[in-house]
């Protein structure tokens, strides 16, 4: 199995760059012990003009049977790994994707100390793959590279045999893909479309792979034409996980959509309140009032929901009382801009220490979310789609459970306040909803009697005599009783949901 990437350069930019951002250095050839073999890294070529780097993956036919009858699973779900002669050792499979993944650790997840600037940067890049197994052929390999900013992707198919001509092509394909795009993407893209477009993996397939697939699709799946195929084959057509990764992966589309748009209206100042002091914008009014509330609760474990791009993660950090802080969104991107906010790599251990920043949707049951003090979902319910609410609402009140749970989202009401917004507009784009302070109560109570917690609610911002304050909270106090079973409504609606 083997793998080429090359690049070009010049004296400024050299090619050899390629070995600090792959991490490993292109004067030696280096080998690495994998699950299946062995994995060498070499370079063939190593000037300023031209660099290229090779993955082989020398695969030990007998480990892989002897480690598939290990785990009792002999003959599923790949009956062909139980033969010691079959076409693993030299196609590039899922056996070559976890090698990549493996050997090629930093590189994928973009990060280089060394050069971090050109880790960042589009790079001219030539992959290829000698012998690829596509089920689908050249077309679908088209289909898959193709939207994904290659300006060249060829996929020719390698003979049966190359002195019999007549005896046609088999299902393998040489693909050269060549383009300016970033190595980490590159490199991405095919972890994920290498097993794709062999349609079979050499492992079982596990809940979290839903996640390593969200991880590496950060930037082209969501929004890739062939979503649905490359979900269906990564997972294995595991029909469960690939609706929940496609769930997810529209959350992410319409999250990213939406993101780096500000929420103008909770930003601005409102002009119209005449005091001496420089006027504080919504956000951080609310970011204030949820602080207070949480150093009243005595929390100190605490997670920001939705947590978009950091802010209330960094307000947290600046409190010491608060000694640990998890951010939880299911957008990749706003979590990237989230720890650029944070300067997470360069805080010392201690603070590092105290801060989490991780993927998760909140429509799901997560055990990584339970045991914590608190919860802030602040302007967050909004995004969701009303049919999806109760599902939050068990994986919030009734699986994480916290001792206290923050609540804020828009008052409709007082939009015929803002002068900037049109009336009978919500204030942001991706709102699917926006409550009147009756709305939210009667969600709020009935959530907080079906759980087991009581309410409480404060305005955010002026407080309107007609039409209420612009941000409204519920703070939700667990109580001892429990959640109440006898009606357990919530619970149906979630599962049916
Ligand atoms: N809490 C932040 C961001 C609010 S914007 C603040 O108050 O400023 C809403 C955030 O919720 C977005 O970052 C979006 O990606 C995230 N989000 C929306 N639906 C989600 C879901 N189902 N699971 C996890 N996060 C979600």
Not at 135 to 158: H, I, Q
Not at 438 to 446: K, L, Q, V, Y
Request: charged share 30%; glycine share 6%; with cysteine.
């Amino acid at each position: 199995m083997f793998l080429t990437i090359r690049t070009t350069g010049t004296a400024e930019r050299p090619a050899t760059d390629l070995g600090f951002l792959l991490h490993k250095h292109p004067d030696k050839a280096q080998s690495f012990p994998t699950a299946h073999g062995r994995a060498h890294v070499f370079y063939p070529e190593a000037s300023a003009e031209r660099c290229t780097a090779a993955l082989l993956l020398e695969v030990d036919p007998v480990a892989l049977v002897r480690r598939g009858k290990e785990k009792g699973r002999g003959g599923a779900p790949d009956a062909a790994l139980a033969q010691y002669v079959n076409d693993r050792p030299y196609a590039a499979s899922s056996l070559l994707s976890v090698a990549l993944s493996t050997v090629f650790r930093s590189a994928l997840r973009g990060e280089c100390r060394a050069r971090p600037e050109r880790a960042e940067q589009p790079m001219p890049l030539r992959i290829e793959v000698p012998a690829l197994p596509a089920r689908g052929g050249p077309d679908l390999v088209n289909a898959l590279f193709g939207p994904l900013g290659w300006t060249s992707v060829e996929a020719v198919p390698v003979p049966l045999d190359e002195e019999f001509p007549e005896w046609g092509d088999s299902r393998y394909v040489r693909l050269v893909l060549e383009g300016e795009l970033r190595l980490a993407d590159a490199l991405r893209q095919l972890y994920v479309l290498l097993p794709v477009l062999d349609d079979a993996k050499h492992y079982w397939v596990a809940p979290d792979e839903v996640d390593k697939l969200i991880r590496a699709g950060e930037g082209w799946l969501a929004d890739h034409p062939e979503r649905k195929l490359i979900t269906s084959r990564y997972l294995s057509r595991r029909w469960s996980l690939t609706r929940q990764a496609t769930e997810r992966l529209e959350l992410v589309r319409l999250a990213e959509a939406d993101l780096l748009e500000v929420e103008d209206v909770d930003n601005a100042v409102d002009e119209t309140t005449d005091t001496e002091e420089r006027p504080v914008p919504l956000a951080e009014q609310r970011r204030e009032a949820i602080l207070a509330v949480l150093r009243d609760s005595g929390s100190s474990r605490v997670l920001d929901l939705g947590c978009g791009q950091g802010q209330l993660v960094q307000a947290l950090l600046k409190d010491v009382r608060f000694t640990e802080i998890v951010g939880v969104d299911v957008s990749v991107r706003a979590l990237t801009i989230a720890a650029r906010r944070l300067r997470l790599d360069r805080l010392g251990e201690r603070q590092a220490g105290r801060v989490q920043l991780i993927q998760g949707a909140l429509t799901y049951t997560d055990k990584r979310l339970t045991g914590y003090d608190a919860a802030v979902l602040s302007e967050v319910i909004e995004h969701l789609d009303l049919p999806r609410l109760p599902a939050l609402e068990y994986a919030v009140f009734r699986a994480a459970r916290p001792a206290t749970v923050v609540v804020t989202t828009p008052n409709v009401e007082y939009n015929v306040r803002w002068e900037s917004l049109p009336a009978g507009h919500v204030r942001h784009g991706d709102h699917r909803f926006e409550w009147t302070r009756e709305e939210f109560r009667n969600w709020a109570d009935t959530v907080a009697e079906r759980t087991g917690y009581t309410v409480a609610y404060l305005p955010v911002g002026p407080d309107d005599p007609e039409v209420g304050p612009p941000t409204q909270m519920a703070v939700f106090t667990r109580t001892d009783t429990g959640p109440d079973t006898t009606n357990d409504s919530a619970e149906k609606e979630a599962k049916a949901a």
